[in-house]
């Protein structure tokens, strides 16, 4: 609101706070303390705003996406969200969700996906602040499903009653980033988070009646070939019901950007070089493991997991108003998916030696 207001006066965007433009102004973060002062969404405004993700569809029905909370305390190298959210997490205020919840009802959206980093995260005021969401929701008289984005300790950290409450609210599928499947890894990337707690996260989900989605990363320092296929098993070896495999992006103000560039490299050059940004983001590779063996991992993730065997378990667990959505998920995932990376630009990275270090 704040460029568009500096525009509407005539002032130069770089004004605003939170804007600044290469080489001319470093920009400082633009937090809104208190959530509450956003104003709701105007959703209805947005394009397509209500055509449900292919990826991450719950069910048929209008589909949107909504963040509840801002900020991540977490410090895990290579994600960028506590830098661009902050680390407090900030909340919208039980009465505000009530509001943003009910606003779903009047646009006739049927699923929502909560994509907030930590909008519950292990603490001691964990399943109070579940309650408190659930009871939330129930008075928007809202009768959607919803995704939320969890981490895994904090899964395995709330109590019985408030993971049954998240279920009986409409909590359809939680997503975990696992990232990996091999302790080294987890530690180097400093996810604080162990493989088996993983695997219990993921079977308390399932048997509460919620769907489980992981997200695995391929590439990282040091990480073998015999690492990434220990990874991939691991992902097959869970009761997920779905799985994303992601080459590792190297995003600029990371701890892993410092570590793969050096602190005082320019970020603007790196994103803007097909060879090293081939499709928008910076992607890792080193001289012992090329691009290619990257993306080809990638591909191969999906198409392990994504067999016929896991879409019956799947459809097993699932009411019937979601088994075709389901279905057509599984075929996108293990048909078209493994092909997403195969861009022209990815014969430009086949030898690794587009100048990112290893
Ligand atoms: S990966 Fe998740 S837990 Fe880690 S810093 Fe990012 S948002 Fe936080």
């Not at 408190?132 to 950290?157: I, K, M």
Request: hydrophobic letters at 40%.
């Amino acid at each position: 609101m704040s460029i568009w207001n500096n525009l509407q006066a005539g002032r130069a965007p770089e004004v605003a706070s939170g804007v600044g433009l290469p080489g001319r102004w470093i920009a400082q973060p633009h937090r809104t303390a208190n959530l509450d002062d956003l104003e709701l969404p105007a959703r209805d405004l947005l394009p397509g705003f209500d055509v449900p993700s292919a990826r991450r569809a719950v069910g048929s029905g209008r589909a949107t996406a909504a963040f509840l909370s801002r900020g991540c305390p977490y410090s895990c190298t290579f994600c960028a969200a506590p830098l661009s959210s902050g680390r407090k997490v900030r909340r919208l205020s039980p009465h505000r969700v009530t509001d943003e919840i009910r606003s779903f009802r009047q646009l006739e959206i049927e699923q929502v996906i909560f994509y907030d980093d930590c909008l519950f995260i292990r603490s001691a005021q964990l399943n109070t602040r579940i309650l408190e969401f659930c009871e939330a929701l129930s008075n928007a008289e809202w009768t959607g499903t919803f995704q939320l984005e969890l981490r895994c300790d904090a899964v395995n950290a709330m109590s019985e009653s408030a993971l049954q409450a998240l279920q009986s609210v409409g909590c359809r599928q939680v997503n975990m980033g696992i990232e990996k499947g091999h302790l080294a890894q987890l530690k180097q990337f400093r996810k604080r988070l162990l493989p088996e707690q993983a695997r219990d996260s993921v079977d308390r989900l399932v048997s509460t009646g919620i769907r489980a989605a992981g997200t695995f990363i391929v590439g990282g320092a040091g990480e073998t070939m015999e690492d990434i296929d220990q990874t991939i098993k691991f992902a097959c070896s869970l009761n997920l019901d779905f799985a994303h495999f992601n080459p590792l992006a190297v995003y600029p103000g990371t701890q892993l950007f410092s570590e793969t560039f050096g602190h005082a490299a320019e970020w603007l050059p790196l994103c803007l070089d097909d060879k090293i940004s081939p499709m928008g983001d910076i992607l890792w590779r080193s001289a012992d493991m090329p691009l290619s063996a990257i993306l080809d991992s990638v591909a191969q993730g999906y198409r392990d997991f994504y067999t016929t065997a896991r879409l019956s378990g799947a459809l097993a667990r699932a009411p019937r108003s979601e088994r075709a959505e389901l279905t057509e998920s599984y075929e996108v995932l293990a048909v078209r998916r493994p092909h997403s990376w195969d861009t022209p630009s990815r014969a430009l990275n086949t030898d690794g030696s587009c100048g990112v270090a290893g």
